[in-house]
């Protein structure tokens, strides 16, 4: 049996909505992109949403709005995909690392004071897999000490905790629509924000600082634009949100067929001693992004190999940032100074997790790892 590792929710009602976008004039930004920009913000429970493409984009903007720059330091977590840390750094800005909870794998809210100094100015906590950090704590501290949080919601877009959304908290939250995402068009992202002054500026951000997007310039007739500041290529395209669009309506029913699948495995894997699942807390309704097992870190890539030779598909969230060839070449970081971090990283497998994922699938991937996974 093959068992991809993704497979997406397109259905026909997003295959005709891309269509009208085709058979339509306007290819980019318009506004299709402004439909689900409104659909995306109330879904979210935030005043306004940017859409950009990607969630390294939005991450991006979000610091460069809060002029962070050369000199300061943001507090973020290794445990997340490299754009995390990577954004810090197109900043000029240093990533100063805290370890993470064990049970999570999420930033460790316990372990972020420490970290701060006269330089930090921002706190990016990544939610996870989809489940959230613990926001309340994180903005205790960020208020305590004058700092503004970013979320890292790439995984989170159907998450809560504490009856608190991803944005509703932070000062801003940014979001992924990339290919194996909950919510995908390929490639593809969003900020929400409840701060007009921020709103307005990441729509001019977003496209190189215009004062007229290429919607305003031709929906009457030529207008001149201006250039208010220097922003950046990052706008989202109709063609992009047309496929958008209509799953966010399927959102939510998605994500009870992920519950259904999770359930399953999780019964299937409880009485395998070599197998641990991050856990989920009993105030979290969790996004349900990745699935992911924690085995023997020793025997981690023998046991990826296994379940390839099987036809199972698989990847690695995440191989620690810290310990990467350009943070360890920059910073002189050394293998044992996060040590709950990395042991994740060297523990941590992916399998394949979505709703298309028939009966036989599932009982054939539970099968297949507990026989794999046995030491
Ligand atoms: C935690 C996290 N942050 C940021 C990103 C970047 O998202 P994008 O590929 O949309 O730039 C990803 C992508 O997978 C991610 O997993």
């Not at 100074?337 to 699938?361: A, C, M, N, R, W």
Request: aromatic fraction near 10%; hydrophobic fraction near 40%; glycine fraction near 6%.
């Amino acid at each position: 049996m093959k068992i991809e590792f993704y497979r997406h929710n397109l259905t026909q009602e997003d295959k005709d909505s891309c269509q009208k976008v085709l058979d339509s004039l306007f290819l980019t930004t318009g506004e299709t992109v402004k439909t689900f920009e409104s659909k995306f913000a109330v879904f979210m429970g935030s005043k306004y949403a940017v859409t950009v493409n990607s969630c390294t984009a939005a991450l991006h903007l979000a610091l460069a709005y809060f002029g962070i720059g050369k000199g300061d330091e943001v507090i973020t977590t290794p445990m997340t995909f490299i754009a995390t840390a990577n954004t810090i750094e197109y900043c000029g800005a240093t990533p100063v690392f805290a370890d993470v909870e064990p049970h999570t794998g999420n930033i460790d809210a316990s372990k972020i004071e420490e970290l701060i100094t006269p330089k930090t100015k921002a706190i990016v906590p990544v939610h996870l897999y989809g489940q959230m950090c613990d926001m309340k704590k994180i903005r205790e501290i960020a208020d305590k000490h004058g700092l503004k949080i970013i979320e890292d919601a790439a995984h989170c877009i159907e998450g809560k905790r504490d009856g608190i959304k991803p944005g509703q908290l932070g000062d801003m939250a940014c979001y992924s629509f990339y290919a194996t995402k909950n919510l995908a068009c390929g490639e593809g992202g969003a900020i929400t924000c409840n701060d007009e002054d921020m709103y307005d500026w990441l729509l001019k951000a977003r496209q190189h600082g215009m004062s007229k997007s290429a919607a305003d310039r031709y929906s009457v007739r030529y207008q001149h634009y201006d250039m208010e500041l220097l922003g950046f290529k990052y706008n989202l395209s109709n063609i992009a949100a047309s496929l958008l669009i209509h799953q966010l309506d399927r959102l939510e029913d998605y994500l009870h067929q992920k519950e259904l699948i999770a359930t399953r495995f999780n019964e299937g894997f409880s009485s395998n001693a070599f197998i641990k699942t991050p856990a989920v807390l009993a105030d979290s309704k969790h996004a349900r992004h990745l699935y992911t097992i924690w085995v023997a870190p020793g025997k981690r890539d023998l046991y990826m190999q296994k379940m390839q030779e099987a036809g199972i598909g698989i990847a690695v969230n995440f191989r620690v940032v810290h310990l990467m060839h350009f943070y360890k070449e920059k910073y002189g970081y050394k293998k044992g100074i996060l040590p709950v971090s990395e042991l994740i990283g060297d523990s941590t497998i992916t399998i394949p997790f979505y709703p298309k994922l028939s009966d036989q699938e599932i009982e054939y991937l539970i099968a297949k790892v507990n026989e794999i996974v046995i030491a």
